[in-house]
């Protein structure tokens, strides 16, 4: 399944240039073209799905057999420190292409990025509450 309108999906049909640095059946992974950094490296499964939620699990599969090969790739190739691999869903976590995607974003000591992680503490009880209602809901 692809979208016609889905950049990504035009990327897999090959009516729009990348990058590529990795591509079989399943899988392609390209450069981004607004980078964080030099080497930020897009991972997708070629069958077309708006978030990870939606993505087919054998497509999912497919991508986390590759995602930590391409990943390693990326930090020997810009030799970071480390990396950000990210999968941003819906408009309000940061998704522009609605197709689901993985970021891997090569880090370096000081690079200003991500350096504030905004983490909140639970009220009491709380937790407990929450952890039921996910629970409840992948029944």
Known sequence: MKSSDCIFCRIVAGDLPAAVVY????V???LDTGPIQPGHTLV??????????????ESLQAVSQ???????????ATQCDGYNCLCNNGRVAGQSVDHVHFHIIPRFAGDGFMQNWPAQSYAEGQMGRMAAEIKKKLE
Request: charged share 20%.
């Open 23 to 26: 591509d079989d059946p399943q």
């Open 28 to 30: 392609v992974a390209f």
């Open 44 to 57: 997708i499964p070629k069958t077309h799905a708006d978030t990870l939620h939606t993505c087919p699990p």
């Open 66 to 76: 590759v995602l930590g090969r391409i990943a390693h790739a990326v930090v020997k």
